[in-house]
């Protein structure tokens, strides 16, 4: 079992990396033809071929092809500092959740939406001398977006595949770029429900500041490039042809990606060449295990 779980970490960790490459290709395309709501379905693309990995591969149901060398002991360390690392970041991420929480106390952090399961905005102490009244409507509305489109639920997910892939360098770019998708995508939410207020929407996201520490849970109204999601504003809404064509899409290249993985991956090693490898690292007088790699 620790045998085929490392295997399929592995795989994981590829699957991933190659996911988000195809993403990051695809994703200006994507919101040139179908809008930002539908570029940012397009990271779904990323879990879903690391999930693939942890199926039996294509090669594994047919008995394609020669099978791999099992891991040995290295299985379990690879399991081990794997699960360390998932310690330390988890560590990291509650670290910095904590730190913007108290910036919040403060009245230092803000406009944004905290909180996962029970979100709420939260606005600096200067909100209302920064903003007059009319980008504060924008501003709360903007806020609010997110809530209703589940965004801090989202940003949950997120973090947590960024503690999975703590590793994988892929996975810590996918997380910066996601949430940047993620305020273009209820920007144009905002914006397809109120026409009007492209302008002054405008103005009040170059008006906004959020330094120090923000949590990688929070939904912030200051998300960069601001410069980007200004010259968004001015594009229109995609017809419902090309949005309905955007979501099959982005259904067809998550489930393609599924396939993919599961088709390409190789065949790991035999049920009997684990089987034999244990009873090798069985000492026979005393019983013990010594944990020697068996070398065929």
Not at 29 to 42: D, K, T, V, W
Not at 127 to 139: G, H, N, S, W
Not at 218 to 234: D, M
Request: net charge positive; with cysteine.
């Amino acid at each position: 079992m620790t045998e085929l779980f490392a295997l399929a970490l592995i795989r994981a960790q590829i699957a991933a990396a190659a996911a988000v490459l195809l993403v990051v290709m695809l994703r200006p395309s994507a919101r040139q033809l179908f809008g930002p709501r539908r570029a940012y379905g397009l990271w779904l693309i990323v879990p879903a071929a690391a999930a693939a990995a942890f199926f039996p591969s294509l090669a594994e149901t047919m008995e394609l092809g020669a099978p791999s060398r099992p891991l040995g002991v290295w299985a379990g360390k690879l399991i081990l500092l794997w699960l360390a690392g998932c310690v330390l970041a988890t560590a990291v991420l509650m670290v910095r959740e904590h730190l913007f929480r108290r910036r919040v106390e403060r009245g230092q952090a803000g406009p944004a939406v905290m909180g996962a399961l029970w979100p709420r905005v939260v606005l600096p102490s200067d909100f209302t001398a920064r903003f007059d009244a009319r980008e504060r409507e924008l501003i709360t509305l903007h806020e609010r977006t997110h809530i209703h489109r589940g965004d801090p639920i989202a940003n949950l997910f997120i973090a947590g595949v960024g503690v999975l892939g703590w590793c994988n360098p892929m996975i810590a770019l996918a997380s910066r770029l996601v949430r940047v998708d993620q305020e273009l995508a209820c920007d144009a939410t905002v914006v397809a429900l109120r026409s009007d207020i492209r302008a002054d929407y405008a103005k009040a996201l170059m008006k906004a500041q959020m330094g120090g520490a923000v949590s990688p849970l929070a939904c912030g109204w200051a998300t960069h490039p601001l410069i980007l999601r200004v010259s968004l504003l001015n594009r229109g809404e995609p017809s419902l042809a090309r949005d309905i064509a955007g979501f099959l899409t982005t259904t067809f290249l998550a489930v393609a990606a599924m396939a993919l993985v599961w088709s390409i991956a190789p065949r790991g090693p035999r049920p009997t060449d684990l089987g034999a490898q244990m009873a090798a690292q069985l000492d026979p007088y005393s019983g013990a295990i010594t944990w020697v790699r068996v070398e065929r």
